[in-house]
């Protein structure tokens, strides 16, 4: 079966450090754009970048540059999301999404979301 | 970053009603533009590609139109499965972005 598995629910205190996982089961890995989306409680989704696991191209966000890590590893057919230091607006469910160009770029499989909460 | 101007934010309907949501892109985006249906607690679902393509599997009473700046999704006939919130994506360029997304309550 085609699908992006997600790793578990997070809580973490302000600065601490987190990577989330997104692995691919099912379809070749490297030939799909990878993105994150992020979408904070009760509000809208938001782009946050993209990786293409054959080269680790990956492309930004503007808004997201500095904050976050995404990168790729084809081997291991897994995508990450990482912060080196979390704050408590980085609360939020994470989708991860496969893209290609076949769909015009548009993100036919999604992950199931990962949970994170930033608490003191 | 193109922006994307969804409209309405809510809209409240009824089992058998033809409803349209629309996405106005901040400047010429060709086709480029899916659609998304989301439920709570859950994650987003491909309806509509390159903003007439209907997704593998997706019910013919979901369609998609437009070109340029300006882009509709339809639900000819709404069906109690379709109650959720929508959401327009451009995929022309980086950074892609969303529309803030479109209610539909009962």
């Known amino acids: 079966e085609v699908q992006l598995v997600q790793s578990g629910a997070e809580v973490k205190k302000p600065g601490e450090s987190l990577k989330i996982s997104c692995e691919g089961f099912g379809f070749t890995f490297s030939t799909y754009w990878i993105v994150w989306v992020r979408q904070m409680p009760g509000k809208g989704l938001e782009w946050m970048g993209t990786v293409y696991p054959r080269d680790s191209d990956t492309i930004y966000n503007p808004s997201f540059q500095g904050q976050v890590t995404i990168s790729a590893d084809k081997s291991a057919t897994t995508a990450w999301l990482q912060w080196s230091s979390l704050s408590a607006s980085d609360t939020a469910v994470y989708y991860c999404?496969?893209?290609?160009?076949?769909?015009?770029?548009?993100?036919?499989?999604w992950g199931q979301g990962t949970a994170v909460i930033v608490s003191s | 970053a193109i922006q994307m101007t969804q409209s309405p934010s809510s809209l409240s309907a009824s089992v058998g009603d033809r409803v349209t949501i629309t996405c106005r892109a901040s400047?010429?985006?060709?086709?480029?533009v899916g659609w998304y249906q989301q439920k709570p607690g859950k994650a987003p679902k491909l309806l509509v590609y390159s903003a007439s393509n209907l997704q593998s599997g997706v019910p013919s009473r979901f369609s998609g139109s437009g070109s340029g700046t300006d882009f509709t999704l339809t639900i000819s006939s709404l069906q109690p499965d379709d109650f959720a919130t929508y959401y327009c994506l451009q995929d022309y360029t980086y950074p892609f972005t969303f529309g803030q997304g479109t209610k539909l309550e009962i």
């Open positions: 999404a496969r893209g290609w160009e076949g769909l015009g770029n548009a993100y036919d499989i």
């Open positions: 400047q010429a985006i060709r086709h480029d």
